[in-house]
């Protein structure tokens, strides 16, 4: 089992930065390789994948936060810490933040509960 818990989360005006953080910790995350995810999702819409990051530190966005949010992970023993670093926040970027670990050997996937980012005028 791998456990994720999300924090940093807040209210924020447009053109505002917050940084959100996810622990995924376990014994499993020190045996296999782990590629963690943060998704996001908005009333009304579909869960969005936001921004991926490998074991091996490769990371990839989707078009809609490119060079405004940066994913980035420190491996430890039986702990991932994973940050999102949103700058240039828009009102659309509110969102529950979900982080996602990835086990992947077998595609398995773990969930936090989210994080409320709500960006407002």
């Known amino acids: 089992q791998v456990q994720i818990v999300e924090s940093g989360g807040d209210l924020v005006q447009p053109g505002g930065s917050l940084r959100l953080s996810c622990n995924a910790s376990?014994?499993?995350?020190?045996?296999?390789?782990?590629?963690m995810n943060w998704y996001r999702q908005a009333p009304g819409n579909e869960r969005e994948l936001v921004a991926t990051?490998?074991?091996?530190?490769?990371?990839?966005?989707a078009d809609s936060v490119k060079g405004r949010f940066t994913i980035s992970r420190d491996n430890a023993k039986n702990l991932v810490h994973v940050h999102l670093q949103l700058n240039s926040l828009k009102p659309e970027d509110s969102a529950i933040y979900l982080c996602?670990?990835?086990?992947?050997?077998?595609?398995?996937?773990?969930w936090g509960r989210g994080t409320q980012v709500t960006v407002f005028s």
């Open positions: 996602n670990a990835q086990l992947d050997v077998t595609g398995k996937d773990f």
């Open positions: 376990g014994s499993i995350v020190s045996i296999y390789t782990i590629t």
């Open positions: 990051i490998t074991d091996t530190g490769s990371t990839n966005y």
